[in-house]
């Protein structure tokens, strides 16, 4: 199983970014994906879901009507999107799937809102 983030970057406060999750070496479509985020001197927190399929999400409370998971199972590829960014939003984004009981997790992409 192979995870690669991309998408990262310096963004003002209230802008956007689309981060993408690349995968590969397992069935896609039968598993469902995620992105955490970790900022500097905080725990690793769940940011969104999506099953296999992409008929169900869930975001975190803090995220919820900024974010927007999605998928392309014929491409292996989740997005997340971002908009009306916070200085909050600083931290490392983490694509990560569980297959056969199994964590895999991408290097991350750091995303900082300041101006």
């Known amino acids: 199983v192979q995870i690669v983030e991309s998408g990262g970057g310096l963004v003002q406060p209230g802008g956007s970014l689309r981060l993408s999750c690349a995968a590969s070496g397992f069935t896609f479509s039968s598993y469902g994906m995620s992105w955490y985020r970790q900022a500097p001197g905080k725990e690793r927190e769940l940011v969104a879901v999506?099953?296999?399929?992409?008929?169900?999400?869930n975001y975190a409370g803090s995220v919820k009507g900024r974010f927007s998971i999605s998928r392309d199972n014929a491409k292996n590829t989740v997005w997340l999107q971002m908009n009306s960014l916070k200085p909050e939003d600083t931290a490392r984004y983490y694509c990560?799937?569980?297959?056969?009981?199994?964590?895999?997790w991408g290097q991350g992409t750091q995303v900082t809102v300041s101006s």
């Open positions: 990560n799937t569980r297959v056969r009981r199994t964590d895999y």
């Open positions: 999506i099953n296999g399929s992409g008929g169900f999400t």
